[in-house]
């Protein structure tokens, strides 16, 4: 068997391995497994192969990773309606305590509630933004 169909089979490998494993960055290794098969049919030595592969690989998931930590992450889960259904609810504050909560009483028990840091705690309606374990996390209305 020729060099490129070597190729060829890890690279397949390496596509049906990342459908099991569910790990992306192991498709961008299979690209650059993929670009060691082209090198193998442009006629490059092993070496001009491998050396082909690892950097086209290593780039691949280098910008694979650079990409994934500009873009913008999901929201927590937490602050999701649709997991939370308290979230976007009103509340009313009447008075914040020295340490930066506030009593509340909401859905008929008693809540602590805390605010974004940075914000003044000025009494009035609030807007649950997130529930951070039993506290609410709230925004100025």
């Known amino acids: ?42 006629g490059a030595g092993l070496t001009g192969q491998l050396v082909t592969a690892a950097v086209v690989g290593s780039a691949a998931v280098v910008a694979c990773y650079v990409l994934r930590k500009r873009r913008a992450g999901d929201p927590s889960v937490r602050a999701m309606r649709s997991v939370n259904l308290d979230i976007g609810e009103i509340v009313q504050i ?13 859905r008929g028990a008693q809540w602590t509630v805390i605010q974004r840091p940075g914000n003044m705690p000025t009494p009035g309606a609030y807007r649950v933004a997130e529930l951070v374990g039993n506290r609410l996390l709230v925004d100025k209305v």
């Open 94 to 106: 009447d008075e914040w305590h020295a340490d930066g909560t506030a009593s509340v009483k909401y």
């Open 1 to 42: 068997m020729s060099d490129s169909t070597w190729w060829w089979l890890l690279a397949g490998a390496a596509v049906a391995l990342e459908l099991f494993t569910g790990t992306f960055y192991l498709l961008m290794l299979a690209v650059g497994i993929a670009a060691g098969a082209l090198a193998a049919h442009a």
